[in-house]
């Protein structure tokens, strides 16, 4: 099974990549969260063997995982984490347990299961402060490492500007590793993309303006324009999540110029 930092990359030594300074694992900035919505266990081994060096964390979306049968879950956690990947259910599924009332169980049932990190997130129920406090802080207690999101699934239910602000430095005051952007995982009218998938250059800028620092977010991005405008925007080493699990290794390729979108770049500043 795979080894971190004991293969010798297939061209290492014949070039430098475009853009340098990539961090590497365990990493605070160029963190990559990739979607898994419903990878198999001989698909996750393929994935590890590709790509576990440019994976943080796998969120098995929505409420995926509660349809895997428990032998399959945990044998697909324990691969991923001996790969030195965090993997965490999707927030929708803490959604469902917070309003159920069965929050601690959850907590118990997933720490069972051997998950590393819970998504906090209120992208579909109602939230106040206190309860995001409680929810993150007892996660945290129960050993796992935990990463809030701020937004809403619906565009017609976004929370005003000041509310983001305090729940981003409030998540990070009370424990939150880092705090994701909400995109869902179209990333189409919802959050800083407009319906096509723009990039909302004016919505990042807000988000920004209330002091969070670009190192505590993680701006979810499935679609190769939006990653390419982050990266452009912010450096190789821009935090980016709900990347598709086929997508890992083009994604790794933008952030480090082997992209003509980012070598572009990359050349004109080292040709001058």
Known sequence: MFERGKRMKGWEGTFRMPIGGRSDKPRRAGYTMLLDKGLGL???????TMAADYIDVVKFTFGTSAFYDREIIEE???????A????????????????????????RRAKQLGFSAIEA?????????????KIIKE?????????????????????????MHQEIEEDLKNGAFKVIVEAREAGKGVGIYDERGNVKVSEIDN?????????????????????QYLILRFGVNVNLGNV????????????????GDTLKK???????
């Open 121 to 133: 997130s209120d992208g579909t129920i109602e939230m106040d402060l206190k309860t995001r406090e």
């Open 266 to 272: 990359a050349y004109l500043e080292n040709s001058k």
């Open 207 to 227: 988000i920004l303006a209330g002091g969070a620092e670009v190192n505590d977010l993680i701006w979810e991005a499935p679609i190769k324009n939006q990653q």
């Open 139 to 163: 996660a945290l207690d129960a050993g796992f490492k935990v990463i809030s999101e701020v937004g809403k699934k619906k565009p017609e239910e976004k929370p005003a500007l000041s509310l």
């Open 76 to 82: 697909k956690i324990s691969l991923l984490k001996k």
């Open 42 to 48: 001989n698909a996750t081994k393929d994935l590890i």
């Open 84 to 107: 030195d990947i965090d993997v965490m259910p999707g927030g929708t599924f803490l959604e469902v347990a917070v309003w159920q009332g069965t929050y601690e169980k959850y907590l």
């Open 244 to 259: 598709p699990s086929e997508d890992i290794l083009a994604l790794e390729a933008l952030r480090q110029g082997l992209r």
